[in-house]
Nanobody
Framework: QVHLVESGGGPVQTGGSLRLSCAAS??????MAWFRQNPGKEREGVAT????????NYADSVKGRFTISKDIAKTTLYLQMNSLKPEDSGTYYC????????????????????WGQGTQVTVSS
């Protein structure tokens, strides 16, 4: 079992920054990821990091602006978000896939095994 709790969301102006955190408990040596979702839209992958902490993958819309990382103790996942845009708004979910490799989970949320409860990010123009 894996338990995920996100924090760090909130309102921010365009061009600003936020850092999301995800506290993980249980077996945490899995691929981990961030997804986001807006009402009426499908949940979309934002970034993934595999259990080696080496391989990362990003959605094209956030490349160069967002950075996913995991702390040395491998208990907290982060998403550093810079140069935020209104289209980055949404509920951000921490996720874990029950595999050390992420594979194509970025584009297939159905392969996620565990989800956090989400944290809201609102970017105002």
């Amino acid at each position: 079992q894996v338990h995920l709790v996100e924090s760090g969301g909130g309102p921010v102006q365009t061009g600003g920054s936020l850092r999301l955190s995800c506290a993980a408990s249980g077996y945490i040596y899995y691929c981990m990821a961030w997804f986001r979702q807006n009402p009426g839209k499908e949940r979309e992958g934002v970034a993934t990091i595999d259990s080696s902490l080496i391989d990362t993958n990003y959605a094209d819309s956030v490349k160069g602006r967002f950075t996913i990382s995991k702390d040395i103790a491998k208990t907290t996942l982060y998403l550093q978000m810079n140069s935020l845009k209104p289209e980055d708004s949404g509920t951000y979910y921490c996720a874990a896939r029950t595999s050390r490799s992420c594979g194509d989970v970025l584009t297939d949320p159905g392969k996620v095994g565990y989800w956090g409860q989400g944290t809201q990010v609102t970017v105002s123009s």
